[in-house]
């Protein structure tokens, strides 16, 4: 873990009282703030956030690239009640939907590519953001997680990790201040999470499970799924179920997936890969 310190940047209301960090250089924001939660350093609603970091990853252990400045590199502890053990997998997903509505606020346009990236249409879909949330312990009959964000903020065409990313600068948007935009998103981020815990994990009373359907991209036909340990599923996406997994209507049938990745790759973009 690398120099960390109280950010001294103005970021406006974030809703509640929330304790920003900084680094400059960093390994992983999620480990970092992990270690400072175990070691009793930090309590719920820290936020991290790192000008660059040489380690980060997103889902399922794949690394995820940045630029020095050229991204928001976010993570934020929340701590849940232990109801929502069962459930855990809404805190990701909330995170998906705190960074779209953060983005539409500041008139972005953007959906959810489930589970839980954000993508543009640039002009086809591109990835511009991906959200992680890691469980890392109990205490106080609270569950904490460790919410992690990664935004392509100004990064060039040449600077992007794949064919199928995109950076708000790149997609020809206006590209708001980093602060900014972090503000916006724990600011979401902590009222979704609320109405989360407050139906004690119940997404579809909470609201958010009729919100993520109206906002998700995969919702269409003629969606890949990747799956991990499994060969793919191609079909029309229906609806995200109550337990965050994805209905796909396919030539065999319905197929209900609990993991996966939606691929991106439009027909053009797969006939020139490899």
């Given at each position: ?204 009373t909470a609201g958010l499970l ?53 691929s991106m790759l439009d027909k ?7």
């Open positions: 873990m690398q120099d960390i310190r109280e950010a001294t940047d103005t970021f406006g209301n974030c809703g509640r009282l929330t304790r920003i960090l900084h680094a400059e250089n960093t390994t992983s924001t999620q480990d970092d703030l992990a270690r400072l939660w175990h070691n009793n350093e930090i309590l719920s609603g820290t936020a991290l956030i790192a000008d660059s970091q040489s380690a980060g990853r997103g889902r399922v252990g794949r690394s995820w690239f940045s630029t020095p400045e050229g991204s928001l590199l976010i993570s934020v502890l929340i701590e849940v009640p232990q109801e929502l053990r069962h459930n855990l997998g809404w805190v990701t997903l909330t995170g998906a939907l705190a960074a779209q509505r953060a983005l539409q606020a500041l008139a972005i346009d953007t959906q959810i590519s489930w589970p839980n990236d954000i993508v543009v249409q640039a002009p086809t879909t591109r990835k511009i953001a991906g959200i992680i949330g890691e469980f890392i312990g109990e205490r106080d009959g609270k569950l904490a997680v460790v919410l992690g964000m990664g935004l392509n903020i100004t990064l060039a065409d040449n600077e992007l990790p794949t064919p199928t990313s995109a950076s708000l600068a790149t997609a020809g948007y206006c590209t708001p201040s980093r602060d900014k935009i972090a503000a916006r998103y724990i600011f979401e981020l902590f009222q979704l999470c609320d109405r989360l815990a407050h139906a004690l994990g119940n997404a579809e009729a919100e993520l359907n109206a906002k998700c991209e995969t919702l269409k036909p003629n969606v890949t799924v990747n799956r991990p340990r499994a060969n793919p599923v191609v079909g029309t996406g229906k609806r995200v179920l109550a337990d965050g997994s994805l209905e796909m209507e396919t030539e065999t049938g319905t197929v209900v997936i609990t993991t996966g990745e939606v053009t973009t797969a006939n020139t890969q490899g």
